[in-house]
């Protein structure tokens, strides 16, 4: 199989520089950090091209775009002790990728259409409005001057991007509806400690479980994502409606 392709080859080298970015986290070595992090997302999107270019649709360039703007976010918060600065590009680069997510997954809703499922996906919606809410109402307090506008729109995206995962209930197969929606899950669990632990207090462990959860839940996007277009199923559709 083209090594490009491979999973396992790909999530082992994938899984060690998560790894690697943890324990540079702890330890506080940059130089190691410099080389794992941005290793995670060019692996990942590597790995996701590779394996969706044939299927070149909408959904899958939207995916690709927010792997990109997450390799660029992760670039930016590396040097985020140097300047504050890079943290607002981190934060801006990350708010684009949400919105690269949640387009695709609107894209998926949009193309299934129909309501079945629609229930359970508005009890999702609901809770995560009302964490995002409360969660939103918690923080700003303690926001720096300057930065209110920046956290609250991406508290929206990020919002969003999880309320439109879990609206691909019924609208996509169960394995990539549920690695998606658990990913999207990761990732404002990811963020909400990092939030807390910049804004709020010092969270124990906090760059191990902010690595951690964000590393699984770019996986499972991604995997999720290929999971969607990928299917044998929807692939002989595909060829039957360009032929």
């Known amino acids: 199989m083209d090594p490009k392709k491979n999973l396992a080859l790909n999530g082992t080298i994938y899984l060690l520089a998560l790894i690697g970015t943890c324990v540079a986290g702890l330890k506080h070595w940059h130089t190691l950090e410099f080389i794992c992090k ?7 999107s590597s790995w996701f091209f ?23 976010g992760d670039v930016a918060l590396m ?6 600065f890079n943290f607002l590009v981190g934060l801006g680069a990350f708010f684009l990728a949400q919105l690269c997510y949640a387009f695709a997954f609107a894209q998926n809703i949009a193309d299934v259409g129909g309501a079945d499922g ?7 919606a609901v809770a995560i409005g009302t964490y995002a809410f409360f969660f939103a109402w918690d923080l700003m307090p303690s926001v720096e001057d300057g930065l209110e506008l920046p956290v609250i729109a991406y508290v929206v995206a990020l919002s969003l991007m999880g ?12 394995r990539s509806f549920w690695l998606i929606f658990l990913g999207a899950l990761l990732f404002i669990c990811s963020d909400s400690i990092l939030a807390y632990n910049r804004f709020r207090f010092p969270v124990p462990w906090a760059d191990l479980w902010i690595m951690i959860t964000y590393g699984a839940a770019q996986f499972m996007i991604a995997a999720g994502a290929l999971a969607h277009v990928l299917d044998p199923d ?6 039957v409606l360009t032929t």
């Open 118 to 124: 629609v229930l359970v996906s508005i009890l999702i």
């Open 50 to 72: 590779f394996n969706s270019r044939r299927v070149g649709d909408r959904f899958t360039l939207l995916i690709q775009a927010g792997l990109f703007f997450s390799l660029i």
């Open 234 to 239: 929807q692939l002989r559709r595909k060829e």
């Open 38 to 44: 941005p290793l995670l997302m060019i692996v990942l």
């Open 163 to 174: 309320i439109l995962a879990g609206f691909r209930f019924r609208r996509t197969y169960p």
């Open 79 to 84: 040097f985020s002790y140097v300047d504050d």
